[in-house]
């Protein structure tokens, strides 16, 4: 049997040749999953990702999720708002710099990241079963030089 990606797909004529399009659907993929996986909690990636950094880093701001997630102020504000109407975010003054705003996790929060790790662990595992240790690990060298 020939190695997965030796030959064109014909169904999918020029556009088969184009990374970013693999990349496209890559993403589609995990998002799919991740999606299925999350229904119960109602949670997205990237409110699973703004816990997660509040979590491991107090007191950040969300000026700084922004810049680490890639993501704009307005997407970043929009996302904090809800997890603080669910519940799950503080905001507080920051004690460096009275015009920036900083937040932490409630108790609540807390216990929907613990969850959200559990299905975490189980996205993963379904994506990484898909590569070798080492060819997971060479993903992601290789992403982030997409990204970074």
Known sequence: MEPLGL???????????????HIRLASAAVYQ??????????????????????????DIAQADIGRRLKMDRASVMAIVNRMQDRGFVRRGASLQDRRRQTLSL???GHVALAEARICIAEHERWLK????????GMLVELLRRVYL
């Open 129 to 136: 079963n898909r590569f070798s240790a080492a060819e997971t």
């Open 33 to 58: 999953h991740f999606t299925e996986t999350f229904s119960d909690l109602g949670l997205t990636q990237k409110q699973v990702a703004v816990l997660w950094l509040i979590e491991d880093q107090p």
């Open 7 to 21: 030959f064109p797909d014909p169904r999918l004529s020029g556009i088969d040749g184009l990374l970013g399009f």
């Open 106 to 108: 409630t108790e609540a």
